[in-house]
């Protein structure tokens, strides 16, 4: 299991993650944790919704966006919480 995966410049640790390959293109789903003080950098980035996707343990890198999102928290702008966010990455042909 891959423990890092980077979208653009940002890190993540993984608590979860899965990977397979349809038809030539990857696609990864991966659980972490997000706190209150990270909420807001993370949540700008999401926004984004296609990366550049890099998991080093794997040597895999691909161009990505997201088909499926979720968050075990609705506000995490109240102080000293943490939410378990879920996030899906579908290769994007070049």
């Given at each position: 299991?891959?423990?890092?995966?980077?979208?653009?410049?940002?890190?993540?640790k993984?608590?979860?993650?899965?990977?397979?390959?349809?038809?030539?293109?990857?696609?990864?789903?991966?659980?972490?944790?997000?706190?209150?003080?990270?909420?807001?950098?993370i949540?700008?980035?999401?926004?984004?919704?296609?990366?550049?996707?890099?998991?080093?343990?794997?040597?895999?890198?691909?161009?990505?966006?997201?088909?499926?999102?979720?968050?075990s928290?609705?506000?995490?702008?109240e102080?000293?919480?943490?939410?378990?966010?879920?996030?899906?990455l579908?290769?994007?042909?070049?």
């Amino acid at each position: 299991m891959a423990d890092i995966i980077i979208l653009d410049d940002t890190e993540i640790k993984l608590k979860q993650y899965e990977s397979k390959e349809t038809d030539g293109l990857h696609e990864v789903s991966f659980t972490f944790d997000v706190t209150s003080e990270e909420y807001h950098d993370i949540a700008v980035l999401l926004y984004r919704e296609t990366f550049d996707v890099n998991i080093p343990e794997e040597d895999l890198k691909f161009r990505g966006t997201i088909t499926n999102y979720s968050t075990s928290l609705d506000n995490l702008y109240e102080e000293n919480q943490t939410g378990e966010f879920r996030v899906t990455l579908q290769e994007v042909e070049a």
